[in-house]
């Protein structure tokens, strides 16, 4: 891997906003609140250092020219602000800057001197120039490794068949699309996986965050067949828990009920039986 180590001024990142990828496929989509936005555009009016953004450069060959590795959150933040859609709004009132209003403030209500200190401020870029697909998801999961992605984003950043069958799984089959379960942060992701987990280990293995993250490297490499007969088994489940979840009008929504039902089932298919899913549902 080889990173050259850059300083943009904000107005240059704006000005490629049509050039970088803020969501490659181990990235989770938007998710921080208002209120973090506004802490951070508050703390580049005040001249305050802010963390590194992780670009990777992808040449002349796609779509795009990079791919935000880390800082997708900062970057989105700032668009956001600079394109208008994101008032300084804050349950703790932001103070003057060199004597000027910010609070509750747009981009083009500041004063020039602080559209303009904004526009200038420099960032720290690291460009990765080269690396391998597996050198750029190691190093996401490292950089958010006990920061702010839960455990089921961290998986999604691995590679390999598991994680890819998971994936698809949680957003297409019937169960999950006519659920209640949110699909922000790859919470759906997370309650296959643990269907997954019950199918590998047979009840032999915890199915902890820890255990999820090395069933999907274990997974990862040669293994596909095994990957595609566990997604029949979990399919078979769901299928059920579908019809079961759409006569409880869809009040399955905890994740250690929705492990329950799947071993149930599961367990009942293992030697044979059939489940009624109108029966499992009354019951």
């Known amino acids: 891997m080889h990173v050259r180590q850059r300083r943009w001024k904000i107005n240059k990142l704006v000005?490629?906003?049509?050039?970088?990828?803020?969501?490659?496929?181990?990235?989770?989509g938007a998710a921080w609140k208002p209120e973090r936005q506004v802490l951070l555009i508050d703390s580049i009016l005040r001249g305050m250092d802010i963390p590194k953004l992780y670009l990777?450069?992808?040449?002349?060959?796609?779509?795009?020219?990079?791919?935000?590795?880390?800082?997708?959150?900062?970057?989105?933040?700032?668009?956001?602000?600079?394109?208008?859609?994101?008032p300084l709004i804050h349950p703790q009132d932001l103070p003057p800057i060199n004597g000027h209003f910010v609070a509750g403030q747009y981009h083009a209500e500041l004063h020039q001197a602080l559209k303009t200190q904004?526009?200038?401020?420099?960032?720290?870029?690291?460009?990765?120039?080269?690396?391998?697909?597996?050198?750029?998801?190691?190093?996401?999961?490292?950089?958010?490794?006990?920061v702010s992605l839960n455990p089921a984003e961290l998986r999604n950043a691995l590679r390999g068949a598991m994680r890819h069958v998971i994936d698809a799984i949680a957003t297409s089959h019937e169960f999950f699309l006519d659920s209640r379960i949110s699909d922000t942060r790859y919470k759906r992701q997370d309650y296959?996986?643990?269907?997954?987990?019950?199918?590998?280990?047979?009840?032999?293995?915890?199915?902890?965050?820890?255990?999820?993250?090395?069933m999907v490297v274990d997974y990862s490499t040669d293994r596909e067949s095994e990957v595609l007969e566990l997604s029949a088994e979990v399919g078979d489940a769901l299928n059920v828990l579908a019809t079961v979840n759409e006569r409880l009008r869809r009040r399955i929504t905890q994740k250690w009920t929705f492990v329950d039902l799947c071993w149930l089932i599961m367990q009942r298919h293992s030697v044979g039986a059939q489940?009624?899913?109108?029966?499992?549902?009354d019951a």
Not at 136 to 144: A, C
Request: hydrophobic letters at 45%; charged letters at 25%; aromatic letters at 10%.
């Open 56 to 86: 990777r450069n992808l040449g002349d060959d796609g779509i795009f020219d990079f791919d935000a590795v880390d800082g997708q959150q900062r970057i989105r933040a700032i668009w956001q602000f600079r394109a208008g859609q994101l």
């Open 118 to 146: 904004f526009d200038q401020f420099e960032l720290s870029i690291a460009e990765i120039t080269s690396a391998t697909v597996d050198e750029i998801t190691n190093l996401f999961s490292r950089l958010q490794m006990g």
């Open 275 to 281: 489940v009624d899913a109108a029966k499992l549902a």
């Open 192 to 214: 296959a996986a643990h269907a997954f987990a019950m199918a590998a280990y047979q009840g032999e293995r915890n199915i902890k965050a820890s255990d999820l993250r090395e």
């Open 15 to 28: 000005r490629l906003q049509e050039a970088i990828n803020l969501n490659p496929y181990w990235q989770r």
